[in-house]
Structures are given as C-alpha cells and as structure tokens.
C-alpha cells in the first residue's frame, strides 16, 4: 500500500498562486499513475489533473488548463499541483490519490484506490 499526505494549502487572494504537494511513502511511488481531485462543500469531489508514472501522459480538467501544472518527482516519492492565477471558485479541499492499475489515466474517483487526507485551498475575492 501507498500512504499519501498533501500539504501546500492555504488562504490566498484571486489572481495569486499555490503549489500543493503530495508525499508517498509505503510502496515504489513510480508504481503509480497519480492525480489530484478537489471537492467544496455541498458538492461532488471533481477531477482536477493526472499523471503517469513516466510523466510521458498529463490529463487536465477544463477548469484547470491553462492555469493548473500536475508534475511529479519519483525521486523524492512527491506529486505536485501548480496553481496560478487562482479563483473563487477554487476553493475546495485538494486530494491527491494513487491508482496502481496503470491502464489508462482515469478522471473518476473510483478508479483510484488510494486517497490522501487533503488539504484545504481557500481563494479570497
């Protein structure tokens, strides 16, 4: 199994920037494709962005291109989410989760088996 913690998270004004991070450890981090979901209240957790274990393959959300940037690091087991230019209606708890099928890049949660605790991004109008 793979243990997952994001951190990054906070309170920021719109138009500004956060980077999250997502730590593993437990099991090979490259063993896993790896995305980021986020969720605000009262509503569904929404896929985010993607991202291969080579980094060969990134899948983004509407929302997020252009502004958003999925990266990861295998050597230091840590995923990463640039966001720039950031909006009201980013605010949501980011999750980060892990799938160690390695089909195919997947924008459902269900098919990731593995889920951080999350960490909270607060955009300020």
């Known amino acids: 199994q793979v243990q997952l913690i994001e951190s990054g998270g906070g309170l920021v004004q719109a138009g500004g920037s956060l980077r999250l991070s997502c730590a593993a450890s437990?099991?090979?981090?490259?063993?896993?494709?790896m995305a980021w979901f986020r969720q605000a209240p009262g509503k569904e957790r929404e896929f985010v962005a993607a991202?291969?274990?080579?980094?060969?393959?990134?899948l983004y959300a509407d929302s997020a291109k252009g502004r958003f940037t999925i990266s990861r690091d295998n050597a230091k087991n840590t995923m990463y989410l640039q966001m720039n230019r950031l909006k009201p209606e980013d605010t949501a708890v980011y999750y980060c989760?892990?799938?160690?099928?390695?089909?195919?890049?997947?924008?459902?949660?269900?098919?990731?088996?593995?889920w951080g605790q999350g960490t909270q991004v607060t955009v300020s109008s």
């Open positions: 989760a892990a799938d160690s099928n390695r089909l195919v890049l997947w924008r459902t949660p269900q098919h990731y088996g593995y």
């Open positions: 437990g099991r090979t981090f490259s063993d896993y494709d």
């Open positions: 991202i291969n274990t080579g980094s060969s393959n990134k």
